[in-house]
Antibody
Framework: EVQLLESGGGLVHPGGSLRLSCAAS????????MNWVRQAPGKGLEWVST????????FYADSVKGRFTISRDNSKNTLFLQMSSLRADDTAVYYC?????????????WGQGTMVTVSS | QSVLTQPPSASGTPGQRVTISCSGS????????VNWYQQLPGTAPKLLIY???QRPSGVPDRFSGSKSGTSASLAISGLQSDDEADYYC???????????FGGGTKLTVL
């Protein structure tokens, strides 16, 4: 079964750091670009970051550029999001998502999400 | 303010056909394919339609997508109570260089 499982969320003070992980199973992880998408409480979906299958290319939303770093370990089938200089408006559920084989702009598999709360 | 515009709410009765619109511009929907996601309460989003009108395996043919110019639509026929969810459209935007989502439409089955 194709599956994504996020972990690492929690409560962090403004200015703090957190590292999210996303463990993948059931597919050839290194063959697919991966994404992080977040959803603030009661709000819509916001794309955060994308990394290519090899890890050689990365892309970020302007709202997180310079503060967040996406990476992956293909030997361990794991995706990461290193978040620093966290702000209150980073509070959200963070989902990792796999791109569709036929349409790389479509996200066909999503994790269950991990909640990040930035508060003093 | 979302780049793609969706109505905040829609409703229908069981068995009815409902449509949800998604309006964009030449830099997104007008040039790229549209994807639709369903988010049931308290769960992660699920890909419902990709490449404007393609259904992933397992998605019932009651769900269909279409695109014309800078707008797209999701149609749900034979409405069921289980269809009550939030629906989001999404597309690549080449002026923002990122995937953009609509604000979401909350579908209520009366």
């Amino acid at each position: 079964e194709v599956q994504l499982l996020e972990s690492g969320g929690g409560l962090v003070h403004p200015g703090g750091s957190l590292r999210l992980s996303c463990a993948a199973s059931g597919f050839t992880f290194s063959s697919y670009a991966m994404n992080w998408v977040r959803q603030a409480p009661g709000k819509g979906l916001e794309w955060v970051s994308t990394i290519s299958g090899s890890g050689g290319s990365t892309f970020y939303a302007d709202s997180v550029k310079g503060r967040f770093t996406i990476s992956r370990d293909n030997s361990k089938n794991t995706l990461f999001l290193q978040m620093s200089s966290l702000r209150a408006d980073d509070t959200a559920v963070y989902y990792c998502a796999k791109v569709h084989q036929l349409d790389p702009m479509a996200f066909d598999i999503w994790g269950q999400g991990t909640m990040v709360t930035v508060s003093s | 303010q979302s780049v793609l515009t969706q109505p905040p709410s829609a409703s229908g009765t069981p068995g009815q056909r409902v449509t949800i619109s998604c309006s964009g511009s030449s830099s997104n929907i007008g040039s790229y394919t549209v994807n639709w996601y369903q988010q049931l309460p308290g769960t992660a989003p699920k890909l419902l339609i990709y490449s404007n009108n393609q259904r992933p395996s397992g998605v019932p043919d009651r769900f269909s997508g279409s695109k014309s110019g800078t707008s797209a639509s999701l149609a749900i026929s034979g409405l069921q109570s289980d269809d009550e969810a939030d629906y989001y459209c999404a597309a690549w935007d080449d002026s923002l260089n990122r995937v953009v989502f609509g604000g979401g439409t909350k579908l209520t089955v009366l």
